[in-house]
């Protein structure tokens, strides 16, 4: 009888613990989606400004090597958002980590969430 009361303590006591980290979690993992967005926004401000006739030198010296960096930094972290959700257990399909490209779906804007991604908001 006491080990089972023991027992119900520590459940009692640790589902909350682990209720808790979860819900941190989940709040890192909504901070990366809104990241991911940011830095697919600067991958579309660069593909643009690249394409400006009045580019400066040295965003057409320097913009392409950061453009192809940005776009490899878009795959991993979609791949870790991936990763992410996963370990959540939320569905593993996210389009933007398999696309890679900057070009894919982006997660749906959590609800509450103070973040404008339009343009002049930046």
Do not use: C, I, N
């Amino acid at each position: 009888m006491k080990k089972f009361l023991v027992m119900v303590l520590f459940m009692f006591l640790a589902s909350p613990v682990w209720a808790q980290s979860g819900g941190h979690a989940s709040v890192g993992l909504g901070h990366g989606e809104e990241g991911y967005l940011h830095l697919e926004e600067m991958v579309k401000h660069l593909e643009f400004s690249l394409k400006m006739p009045d580019a400066s030198e040295e965003l057409k010296t320097h913009g392409p090597m950061a453009l192809q960096h940005a776009k490899e930094a878009l795959k991993h972290y979609g791949e870790a958002l991936k990763h992410g959700s996963e370990s959540l257990g939320r569905p593993a399909g996210m389009p933007m980590a398999e696309e890679g490209s900057g070009g894919g779906a982006a997660p749906q804007q959590e609800e509450g969430s103070s973040h404008s991604h339009d343009e002049g908001s930046h």
